[in-house]
């Protein structure tokens, strides 16, 4: 489905801008959703487009088709186009500066000819456990399930036919912006999931690199691994240009045209920092959507390694400390839907939006313990809690009150849960300190919800507000505005604070006492049910 959301934004000389290409434009591949939106040259979203897309699972493995790359950034940039049109009777016709961010991590192989070798391997996908486990032991270095290199392992450990005819790997963003411009290139913040950063170089490690090219020697790749591996660049560095080919690609009715000036390309992690203006040390952010994950720029370095814990980069290079669970809102989605079904049948109309918010605000009503109910909301593996393939479940002990509330409570409870066992790596075992979290995502969109369970999950004050209104679509597009607009020797920091975030307005919740009690007692028994979710994998 592709959507187009008009955002109002009566601003002088906006069709000017347009038609002079002072904007910005950012497209993010979400899990679910495509977006892209343009910003003028004071960086608010003047219009956006979207395309509804889901991933398949296809012999065991979670994918996306390239036909379905392309048809919905098509899709996506369409509605993006009519939108202008709409609200400023202007063809999009070009744009200063481009942007192109995605799911992070995965596995896209191609050989010398640009053939893709293997269907592309998602984020969501678990299966390389024992090249994730050989290669973090190797390296001392937590290296996740998800990551590109743990990907590459696991198909040379498995001895696949195409290790020894790949000549090129990258993520979903760096495909696409290959595809855009013709250079194979990553942001440091994207390329950091693929493989260990070095962030006094800013390039990938090379003491792991060369670790890495003697594990393998003689088992089948053509090429040392620093040539497989895309190009590493921080923001605010020159990318590219969108070439006539990656115009077509993107528009094949060839209204756009070529000649944009293309950012280096970033993972949503990325762009959830810029959009939460979180890239500054001691702060962090929380981004729910299919995945949920906390992004934390660190002081310095992690006094060990902690397989609960990845370390990354912000887009500008610095040290972050990511806790990333592969299972959000997605059984929430499933429950709403539920839910929505049941109020049809009684005759009740009631559109996706009213049913979230109904559920959601009952769920402030629930026990703060989870009442004994419990709920486990996993649809794929999870790393953190050692769980290879996913199993829902929602349980409760005899004599518990089955009521909405505390129903609606446990379920966003089970979605915060194993967020909060990272956090607690952090927070009490490493001692990281924060000035402020930020959260955003679709879980946050009901205004104090999940906010406030959120902030007694991790017992430090939340804030949302319009920082990121428009998601990491927005994001990118900063980053790309950040490329043409930046001062000389500015900071990624100084530009977002000084200037694209001046003035914002936020909310701030601090934490209950009676929620983190609350969310502590259900961290327990969350934890004491944990064999039971692993057996429900395990017997069906």
């Known amino acids: 489905m592709t959507m187009t959301e008009t955002v109002e934004r009566p601003l002088?000389?906006?069709?000017?801008?347009?038609?002079?290409?002072?904007t910005a434009l950012g497209i993010e591949?979400?899990?679910?959703?495509?977006?892209?939106?343009?910003?003028?040259?004071?960086?608010?979203a003047i219009a956006v487009g979207s395309h509804d897309w889901e991933n398949q699972f296809v012999d065991r493995t979670w994918t996306y088709s390239l036909d379905a790359v392309w048809s919905g950034?098509?899709?996506?940039?369409?509605?993006?186009?009519?939108?202008?049109?709409?609200?400023?009777?202007?063809?999009?016709?070009?744009?200063?500066?481009?942007?192109?961010?995605?799911?992070?991590?995965?596995?896209?192989?191609?050989?010398?000819?640009?053939?893709?070798?293997?269907?592309?391997?998602?984020?969501?996908?678990?299966?390389?456990?024992?090249?994730?486990?050989?290669?973090?032991?190797?390296?001392?270095y937590n290296i996740p399930h998800r990551w590109s290199i743990a990907h590459l392992y696991q198909a040379v450990l498995n001895r696949e036919e195409h290790v020894g005819r790949l000549a090129h790997l990258t993520t979903l963003a760096g495909y696409v912006h290959w595809k855009l411009t013709g250079q194979q290139v990553l942001g440091v913040g994207d390329a950091s999931g693929v493989f260990p950063i070095d962030t006094a170089t800013g390039g990938y490690d090379a003491g792991m690199l060369a670790q890495f090219d003697q594990l393998?020697?003689?088992?089948?790749?053509?090429?040392?691994?620093?040539?497989?591996?895309?190009?590493?660049?921080?923001?605010?560095?020159?990318?590219?240009?969108?070439?006539?080919?990656?115009?077509?690609?993107?528009?094949?009715?060839?209204?756009?045209?070529?000649?944009?000036?293309?950012?280096?390309?970033?993972?949503d992690a990325g762009t959830g920092m810029v959009a939460t203006n979180s890239v500054a040390r001691r702060t962090g952010n929380v981004s729910a959507g299919t995945s949920i994950f906390a992004m934390i720029v660190l002081?310095?370095?992690?006094?060990?390694?902690?397989?609960?814990?990845?370390?990354?980069?912000?887009?500008?290079?610095?040290l972050v400390a990511m806790v990333h669970c592969n299972n959000g809102a997605s059984e929430l989605n499933a429950w709403a839907g539920l839910f929505a079904e049941f109020a049809t049948a009684l005759g009740a109309k009631a559109d996706t939006n009213t049913v979230f918010e109904t559920l959601f605000r009952a769920a402030l009503d629930g026990a703060p313990d989870g009442g004994g109910l419990m709920a486990f909301n996993?649809?794929?593996?999870?790393?953190i809690t050692k769980l290879h393939e996913g199993r829902p479940l929602f349980l409760r002990v005899p004599g518990s009150s089955l009521d909405l509330a505390t129903f609606m409570r446990t379920q966003l409870y089970a979605a915060l849960a194993t967020l909060r066992i990272g956090m607690d790596v952090l927070q009490k075992a490493e001692s990281v300190q924060l000035d402020r979290m930020f959260a955003h995502g679709g879980l946050f969109k009901t205004e104090g919800v999940a906010q406030k369970l959120l902030a007694a999950a991790i017992n430090t004050p939340v804030s949302v507000g319009d920082l990121a209104a428009e998601g990491g679509a927005w994001g990118i597009a900063i980053l790309a505005a950040f490329l043409t607009d930046r001062q000389p020797g500015q900071s990624l920091d100084d530009f977002l604070t000084g200037?694209?975030?001046?003035?914002?307005?936020?909310?701030?919740?601090?934490?209950?006492?009676?929620?983190?009690?609350?969310?502590?007692?259900?961290?327990?028994?969350?934890?004491?049910?944990l064999p039971v979710q692993q057996a429900a994998v395990d017997h069906s």
């Open 12 to 22: 002088a000389g906006t069709r000017e801008a347009i038609e002079q290409g002072r």
């Open 29 to 44: 591949l979400g899990s679910t959703r495509i977006k892209a939106v343009l910003i003028g040259p004071g960086h608010e």
């Open 73 to 140: 950034l098509q899709a996506c940039f369409a509605a993006l186009a009519a939108d202008v049109r709409e609200q400023y009777g202007v063809e999009l016709r070009g744009t200063g500066a481009l942007g192109v961010s995605a799911m992070m991590h995965g596995y896209l192989a191609f050989d010398a000819e640009g053939e893709l070798l293997t269907p592309f391997r998602t984020w969501r996908n678990t299966n390389t456990g024992d090249a994730s486990e050989q290669l973090s032991e190797l390296f001392g």
């Open 216 to 267: 393998v020697a003689g088992r089948g790749l053509a090429s040392p691994l620093a040539e497989l591996l895309p190009a590493v660049l921080p923001a605010g560095e020159a990318a590219g240009t969108l070439t006539a080919d990656g115009a077509r690609l993107l528009d094949p009715s060839g209204t756009l045209q070529p000649g944009a000036a293309l950012c280096p390309p970033e993972g």
């Open 299 to 318: 002081d310095g370095p992690l006094s060990r390694m902690h397989p609960e814990v990845d370390l990354v980069t912000t887009p500008a290079g610095d």
């Open 378 to 383: 996993n649809l794929s593996g999870e790393p």
């Open 499 to 529: 200037t694209v975030f001046a003035g914002a307005r936020l909310d701030t919740a601090a934490p209950a006492a009676v929620d983190v009690a609350g969310f502590d007692a259900f961290m327990q028994r969350y934890v004491a049910a």
